[in-house]
């Protein structure tokens, strides 16, 4: 059991790093057909030293689906305008900071129909460290982002392909100013990156990925209980190997538009759009 703890950790720290879904008629904690869709929702903390609670800078929803092949990572921008309960409207990433884990359910839940069967957790502090653990992270950069890079690690990238170490990795999904779209080209970084982590880690042998998660597994923190992330990894081993992997972001083009509101820059959704491309997509 112990080792099937250690090796699902791994295959959910592939997502995590940056750092059950359930519509409705699901209830938190019951059974979910073994090849439908499972979601675990990835959350990356940017705390600040002396900082009691944290705001979520990265939310990724991990989903995979045994019975179709398929893994998607989902991306739920942190700028979303939501009803936060017993806050008010806010910033999506504001529910974290508010409530932990908790709130950031119960928020999802009340604006999107997600209701996470767990979350794993990685503050950022640890995020080198971790992906340090891991070997490092190849990815293709272009000529602004190697200099981003350099400018915050006083490395010497240059355009192309490399594989990045723990400070280099942190810098890379910290770039936030050379795209027009802002915290959407952001996301699809952390996204690449990740992408190219699972990989790695599709290539690697037992031994190695149980090694890798002697270090690794002190620096996550999770909301599920041993055998849930035990029956996690049952269902999600077999398909490891041989899954499509896809990419995508929460709000969809066409869904949103930029507001400011109480002197906040907001991504106001039409909400109701968005559940329904949800539902779409992850059919129960």
């Known amino acids: 059991m112990n080792r099937l703890f250690r090796l699902s950790a791994v295959l959910m720290l592939c997502c995590v790093l940056c750092i059950s879904l359930a519509f409705p008629g699901y209830?938190?904690?019951g059974e979910t057909p073994r090849n439908g869709w499972r979601h675990i929702l990835l959350v990356g903390l940017d705390r600040r030293p002396g900082e009691k609670n944290a705001r979520s800078d990265s939310m990724i929803l991990c989903s995979f689906c045994p019975g179709k092949k398929e893994i998607v990572m989902t991306s739920i921008l942190r700028d979303l305008y939501v009803a936060i309960p017993g806050y008010?409207?806010?910033?999506?990433?504001a529910a974290y900071a508010f409530g932990g884990t908790a709130l950031l359910k119960k928020t999802l839940h009340k604006n999107l129909g997600l209701q996470p069967e767990g979350v794993f957790e990685v503050d950022f502090s640890q995020f080198p460290q971790v992906i340090d653990a891991l070997g490092g992270v190849t990815v293709q950069l272009r000529a602004d982002?190697?200099?981003?890079?350099?400018?915050?690690?006083?490395?010497?990238?240059?355009?192309?392909?490399h594989t990045l170490n723990g400070l280099q990795a942190l810098a890379y999904v910290r770039i936030r100013d050379l795209d027009s779209d802002?915290?959407?080209s952001r996301t699809g970084r952390q996204r690449k990156l990740l992408h190219s982590l699972l990989q790695a880690q599709r290539q690697a042998s037992l031994p190695t990925l149980l090694s890798v998660m002697n270090q690794a597994l002190p620096m996550l923190s999770t909301d599920m209980e041993t055998g849930q992330v035990v029956q996690l990894a049952l269902d999600l081993f077999p398909i490891l190997h041989r899954s499509s992997i896809t990419s995508r972001c929460i709000p969809a083009e066409g869904t949103y538009r930029y507001r400011t509101i109480d002197k906040m820059c907001v991504l106001a959704a039409d909400l109701s759009e968005v559940r329904k491309n949800l539902r779409d997509f992850f059919p129960e």
């Not at 008010?88 to 990433?93: K, M, P, V």
């Not at 982002?145 to 392909?161: D, H, I, K, P």
């Open 88 to 93: 008010g409207w806010n910033r999506l990433n």
């Open 182 to 184: 802002g915290d959407f």
């Open 27 to 29: 209830a938190a904690g």
């Open 145 to 161: 982002e190697a200099q981003a890079v350099n400018t915050a690690t006083g490395g010497s990238l240059t355009e192309g392909l």
